[in-house]
């Protein structure tokens, strides 16, 4: 059967895939309301952005998080190494609601609410199997450990969903050989890569795959090659009907159409370097470090990016099924662009990009991988249960079905619920994160100290929760510290558990420094700051 199937007057054959759409959305809405926070770095990141348009303030950043690519003031063009799409998606939101944090996530509590509907269809569109489509929906519906970032301002659920629409669409163009399948897979792409710049490996996919195609017998273009001339072209125009007006930005702002700071991230010698101020990122100075730790954090990247693809986009347990399942399925075209896509991205986020993928980067992209590993599941289940049916007399496979496929579904939800907790979302403890720093503004307003540049660790979270401009510590001694602090004309330095390990010895009482002097410390719980004055030099 094909995907979508035709409307009928009765709408019989949309009501599976509405229910679980309106699932979906329960579930996402009792998800996202215990958040009442952005609550991690990259989160305020894209939650600070989406203020700064609805503001009028454009794609401005007023911090700096990194100094891969030190800016010369605060604030400064932004998004020269993250994409903008969340903080656009973020904007619709306050535009639409009203500054608050509720509608800042309402436009990715809408988007997670899809990401199941797209593994019902993907199921269905490779099996033709409604209780396949179903278990992958349900599936879907409790993803684990993407359940609570999917509905914050993150790309996370962009992500998925574009990147799952990509594959699956360009899978549909290798099938049926229409290049209208590749014009909206590269639509796709085009979002994807406005979402992440790893996004670029799909376009790569979806190029690849239209010069790949077998055109479809009797096509009006004629000619194998003028049907993949046609695939392409319409591939790139749909990739830069998205990226071509952010292209034009960069270049009027940066001078070049991808500005190449997040291309430093190949020569970290460890997650810390982003932090390093003054620092160059080479190829030579990363070959210096020595092949003995370039191989060991490779493969400490290898057994840990491992490790999340099983937990978080396995869930766990469905890992026999589901590589059953592509296994059965490996000769489906439609799916041949998620089976080059995951290696590819693997790859890139061990190999290449080796700190941040394993600190995060895999399981930002992976979302894309949800539907299709969810959609190989079902065919897992069933061949795993007719081998049963073979070896033990009387196993009713129809009865046995019903059992793990509702199994499967429960053991998601209990997945998303221990997730949930381990995040501190079910206990509250997600909201109290960071509070520290709305108290320190209070503060700084008590001391007739609005709008001045403070160095804290988490310098997008600082901006969330007071307003302030505010600059990372960078990993450095206390004199490059402070020489980054006059060059920013930081006022004030606040030490947390997210500060360097370079100021550990101020932290902890057992050093001190002329020009810092503690003027306030706030404590919560387990959590400590320290806010120190900068005095002139």
Not at 8 to 36: E, F, Q
Not at 321 to 333: C, E, M, P, S, V
Not at 394 to 416: P, R
Request: aromatic share 14%; hydrophobic share 50%.
């Amino acid at each position: 059967m094909k995907w979508p199937p035709p409307l009928r007057p009765d709408l019989k054959h949309l009501a599976w895939p509405l229910a679980v759409l309106i699932l979906s959305l329960v579930v996402r809405l009792l998800t996202a309301w215990p958040l009442g926070q952005p609550g991690y770095t990259d989160a305020y990141y894209y939650a600070v952005g989406a203020r700064q348009l609805y503001g009028g303030q454009g794609f401005s950043e007023p911090f700096v998080w990194n100094y891969l690519s030190p800016p010369e003031r605060v604030p400064h063009p932004g998004y020269e190494y993250w994409m903008p799409l969340a903080a656009m998606l973020g904007w619709l939101g306050l535009a639409l609601g009203g500054d608050s944090f509720r509608a800042l996530q309402a436009p990715f509590l809408v988007l997670a609410a899809v990401l199941p509907v797209i593994a019902y269809g993907v199921a269905w569109d490779l099996t033709g199997k409604r209780k396949h489509a179903l278990l992958a929906g349900g599936l879907a519906v409790f993803p684990g450990f993407y359940a609570h970032v999917l509905v914050l301002p993150d790309t996370f659920a962009p992500f998925a969903v574009v990147g799952s629409a990509c594959l699956w669409a360009t899978g549909r163009g290798l099938r049926s050989g229409r290049a209208r399948w590749f014009g909206a897979a590269g639509l796709a792409a085009g979002l994807a890569h406005l979402a992440r710049a790893d996004g670029m490996l799909l376009a790569g996919v979806v190029l690849l795959a239209a010069v790949a195609q077998r055109p479809r017998s009797g096509s009006r273009w004629g000619g194998g090659w003028w049907t993949r001339a046609v695939s392409l072209a319409m591939t790139v125009a749909g990739y830069l009907a998205v990226m071509g007006p952010w292209f034009l930005r960069n270049w009027r702002t940066f001078g070049t159409p991808l500005p190449g700071s997040g291309m430093s991230t190949l020569f970290l010698t460890s997650y810390d370097d982003m932090f390093a101020y003054g620092r160059r990122l080479t190829w030579s100075t990363y070959l210096s470090w020595g092949w003995e730790p370039v191989l060991r954090s490779k493969a400490e990247a290898l057994w840990i990016n491992l490790q999340r693809l099983w937990v978080e986009n396995l869930l766990v347990f469905l890992l026999p099924f589901a590589a059953l399942g592509l296994w059965r399925l490996r000769r489906d075209r439609r799916l041949w662009p998620f089976l080059l896509y995951l290696p590819l991205l693997f790859g890139a986020m061990t190999i290449a990009f080796t700190f941040p993928g394993m600190r995060g980067g895999l399981y930002h992209s992976g979302g894309a991988l949800l539907p299709f590993f969810f959609a190989a599941a079902g065919p897992g289940l069933e061949a795993a249960l007719q081998a049963a049916a073979r070896r033990f007399r009387g196993w009713q496979t129809k009865t046995a079905w019903t059992v793990f496929a509702v199994g499967f579904v429960g053991l998601a939800a209990l997945v998303t619920l221990l997730a949930l907790a381990r995040a501190g979302v079910l206990t509250g403890e997600w909201n109290e994160r960071d509070r520290g720093y709305a108290e320190i503004g209070d503060w700084l307003a008590g001391q007739g100290a609005t709008g001045a540049v403070v160095m804290v660790g988490d310098a997008p979270g600082f901006s969330w929760h007071t307003g302030h401009p505010a600059v990372a510590v960078p990993n450095e001694p206390l004199e490059v510290i402070l020489a980054v602090a006059d060059r920013y004309s930081a006022r004030y330095l606040v030490l947390d558990a997210k500060r360097p390990r370079t100021t550990d010895a101020l932290y902890e009482g057992r050093a001190g420094h002329s020009r810092l002097v503690l003027r306030c410390t706030v404590s919560r719980q387990d959590q400590r700051w320290q806010v120190y004055e900068v005095r002139e030099p």
